[in-house]
């Protein structure tokens, strides 16, 4: 859903969408908070307006955000049908690439010692 979208339901009183993202769920609220502060006088237009703008960029944010999360866990799953061998390969560079991926060792100290095989 567009930003301005989001804006004029969140404008007039319409009820959240249940399709919307965090990060829309999260400007949704913020646009029907501003709306009902305007109306009541407790901020002039200008505000307002620096306001919705701050409101649309902070979206596109946690938009991106959302979306580079979301690979970064695509590629964990292909990733992590490899675990299983990579970790159990007599290789030292497979099985370091293995500590380094998981986490499982996260001293250089421990990862040297895997390799060389102390």
């Not at 390969?89 to 991926?101: D, E, H, M, N, V």
Request: with cysteine.
């Amino acid at each position: 859903m567009t930003f301005e979208q989001i804006n004029k339901l969140a404008g007039t009183g319409q009820p959240m969408p249940e399709e919307l993202n965090g990060a829309e769920q999260l400007a949704f609220l913020s646009l029907r908070l501003l709306h009902t502060q305007y109306i009541a006088d407790k901020m002039d237009i200008e505000q307002a307006r620096l306001e919705k703008v701050r409101i649309a960029k902070q979206l596109e944010v946690n938009l991106l955000s959302m979306r580079t999360w979301e690979a970064a866990m695509a590629r964990e799953r292909k990733l992590s049908t490899l675990t299983p061998q990579l970790k159990d390969s007599g290789c030292p560079l497979c099985r370091r690439f293995f500590y380094t991926l998981s986490g499982y060792k996260t001293h250089e100290k421990d990862m040297e010692d895997e390799t060389n095989g102390s």
